[in-house]
């Protein structure tokens, strides 16, 4: 059993246009089981990924190749990491994604580099499968707690926690092979 979820976590992290999908998608009927145990309300669930859906499109409508943006939505609050060239492109990224329905609010993380490669997005997506491989290993914490985004070998991890929750799922990731850095972007509840 655990092979088949180490595989579907793997799935969902190589797979970037069905991550924000990956419960719907893996689990079917399940999908209800993952948003009855998730700390958000089944209407936020449903917004952030709305969110995200929306936000790739209106990147790649707008900025095409000039930039590579990952986004992150966990209880509307959005994270932006990747990389623009200059930092007015970052700019126009960030204010194209506030102007989506029902984002709170976005953290901006974007570089001010060139795009990243297709090799090093690879290798992201492999330290992502990898996170939230040890994560169901550990069983510290429900995994859905937690977003795990991967850009340029740095984990930045999102998510409604109590500050224990926050100390293990960035230990967990900081200790992971591959990982240079690990951002924490969370929302605490306690």
């Known amino acids: 059993?655990?092979?088949?979820?180490?595989?579907?976590?793997a799935l969902a992290a190589l797979t970037p246009t069905l991550s924000g999908c990956f419960p719907l998608v893996a689990a079917g009927a399940g999908?209800?089981?993952?948003?009855?145990?998730?700390?958000?309300?089944?209407?936020?669930?449903?917004?952030?990924?709305?969110?995200?859906?929306?936000a790739h499109d209106v990147i790649a409508d707008s900025f095409g190749a000039n930039v590579h943006v990952d986004v992150g939505s966990f209880n509307r609050n959005v994270l932006l990491v990747g990389e623009a060239p200059t930092e007015a492109l970052k700019h126009q990224v960030e204010e194209a994604v506030k102007d989506i329905p029902?984002?709170?609010?976005?953290?901006?993380?974007?570089?001010?580099?060139?795009?990243?490669?297709?090799?090093?997005?690879?290798?992201?997506?492999?330290?992502?499968?990898?996170?939230?491989?040890?994560?169901?290993?550990?069983?510290?914490?429900?995994?859905?707690?937690?977003?795990v985004i991967t850009e340029n070998g740095v984990v930045y991890l999102m998510g409604l926690v109590t500050h224990k929750e926050a100390a293990d799922a960035a230990n967990?990731?900081?200790?992971?092979?591959?990982?240079?850095k690990v951002v924490k972007v969370f929302q605490y509840i306690d």
Do not use: C, W
């Open 1 to 9: 059993m655990r092979r088949t979820s180490l595989l579907l976590v």
């Open 31 to 54: 999908a209800t089981a993952v948003v009855a145990s998730d700390r958000r309300t089944a209407g936020t669930y449903i917004d952030d990924d709305e969110i995200e859906l929306k």
């Open 102 to 147: 029902n984002v709170a609010h976005v953290t901006n993380l974007i570089s001010i580099e060139n795009p990243t490669s297709d090799a090093v997005r690879a290798n992201d997506a492999l330290l992502t499968a990898k996170v939230k491989a040890r994560y169901l290993d550990e069983n510290k914490f429900q995994i859905n707690y937690v977003k």
């Open 172 to 180: 967990i990731a900081a200790t992971t092979s591959g990982v240079q």
